[in-house]
């Protein structure tokens, strides 16, 4: 016993990393102290019967502060786990402990809509608080103040939980077990309510895939409905917001409002996007699924070569793209990322279907918007190009640009210009100095 790590050391450990908001970090060092502190406590019983009269074990403390690591990770069911243990681990003793650990258990309960028994730790909480007032001197202000305070706090959890009961019970009609659509839903799912494979798993097969960001095909749990579920890592786009890519919460953001808050109106060669969900981990999108034709870039390629495609479909392709333009236009919004790649070919027949939309531009409502120079240097316009001489940015006329670039590549299976890797010093970057 005496190698295993100090409890009380872990959690200070653990505390300082909780207090950063590093719950990936804080979590298993609370689990270790859990760990330690339970053997202890084991090791403890076997050489003294327990004393339902001593002070509660260690343990107790541990899994209180788990249960709140769990809570703010949005891991409902295992914080109530950690709680129900430590309240049954503290006994019939009116202790601070208890009722912290019931403080835990109670809020833990509302999150997963057990009412009933959060309302009953909250009654008992309260109940224990006036017994301890009862029988402690009015000199001991200290303590009174601190129950008085653990009073006012319990109290605070019990309307919490009424007016959660009361919403709940106003959205009974469109609780998922009844609902026949989960696309028309007026409330937020949870993700709880899909399924879908892992990283794990061997039916794993993405979509796509990005910087930050995973498309997988999902199924609701009740309609049995099958969805693209776009999946961003908020550790990954923290990372790359430090490294690299600024602007990354931004752009998330936009797609967010363009696509799921009504900022652009539906349009059938635009992806449409139901809800937006997240837990602690991720932001999820839900969107239409396309899945049978796949990508215009995978239509222009034959046998890793690029081809192009036949000009009667070309023809369809490039009106189809410019009424979205159109209806992007129309509505203020500069897509800035056209490119055969975010061109989706649709289930009904292969029509054209627009997307990702993180990198774009909105005109009228323009606090989210990023740097001019953004999207695939091999369809950037010039004007996006002159941003790095103060230039004064671009507008529509950057999408008809790239889709210019776009029908050239329909047709002659090459690109009219071209970046080495991207680089800024390449020749395509310097064609705005001859094309005025």
């Known amino acids: 016993m005496d190698s295993m790590p100090d409890p009380n050391e872990l959690r200070l450990a653990a505390n300082g990393r909780f207090a950063a908001n590093a719950l990936d970090e804080a979590l298993p060092l609370y689990s270790l102290a859990v760990e330690v502190a339970r053997k202890r406590m084991d090791h ?64 833990a309960q509302i999150a997963t809509k057990d009412y009933s028994s959060a309302m009953g730790n909250i009654k008992r909480a309260i109940s224990l608080c006036e017994e301890q007032l009862e029988i402690s001197t009015k000199d001991d202000c200290k303590s009174n103040n601190q129950l008085s305070l653990q009073m006012k706090e319990f109290a605070k959890l019990a309307a919490i939980s009424q007016r959660e009961q009361k919403l709940s019970a106003a959205n009974t009609e469109s609780s998922p077990e009844d609902i026949k659509s989960i696309k028309l839903e007026p409330r937020t799912p949870s993700i709880k309510e899909f399924s879908r494979p892992t990283k794990f798993s061997d039916a794993y097969r993405p979509l796509g895939e990005g910087n930050f960001s995973t498309v997988v095909i999902c199924q609701h749990k009740i309609t049995m409905e099958s969805f693209a579920l776009k999946i961003i890592e908020k550790e990954e786009c923290k ?3 430090k490294r690299q890519h600024p602007n990354v919460f931004n752009e998330v953001a936009m797609e967010r409002r363009i696509l799921t808050q009504g900022r652009l109106p539906r349009h059938v060669n635009i992806i449409q996007s139901y809800h937006s969900m997240q837990d602690y981990g991720n932001l999820y999108f839900l969107m239409e699924l396309h899945q049978e034709h796949g990508d215009l870039w995978n239509k222009i390629r034959y046998r890793n070569c690029m081809v192009g495609c036949h000009s009667s479909l070309i023809r369809t392709y490039v009106y189809e793209l410019l009424s979205a333009l159109e209806h ?31 990198t774009a531009k909105d005109l009228i409502v323009t606090d989210l918007n990023g740097p001019e120079f953004v999207g695939t240097p091999d369809f950037m316009s010039p004007e996006a190009v002159r941003e790095l001489k103060g230039g004064n940015g671009c507008d529509f006329t950057a999408d008809l640009w790239a889709l210019g670039v776009l029908l050239y590549q329909l047709y002659a299976g090459a690109l009219p210009f071209e970046s080495q890797r991207y680089a800024l010093v390449s020749d395509y970057l310097h064609f705005s100095a001859y094309l005025g």
């Open 328 to 358: 992007c236009h129309n509505h203020g919004i500069v897509h800035r990322d056209i490119k055969p790649e975010n061109v989706l070919l649709s289930e009904r027949g292969g029509h054209v279907i627009l997307i990702d939309f993180g």
């Open 44 to 107: 403890q019983q076997e050489q003294h019967p327990p004393d339902l009269n001593a002070q509660e074990p260690d343990l107790v403390i541990h899994l209180c502060n788990r249960s709140a690591c769990f809570y703010k990770m949005d891991m409902y069911e295992e914080a109530c786990g950690d709680a129900e243990e430590a309240v049954s681990l503290c006994g019939e003793r009116n202790s601070t402990a208890l009722l912290k650990s019931l403080f835990r258990l109670a809020r």
């Open 239 to 241: 990372k790359l917001a």
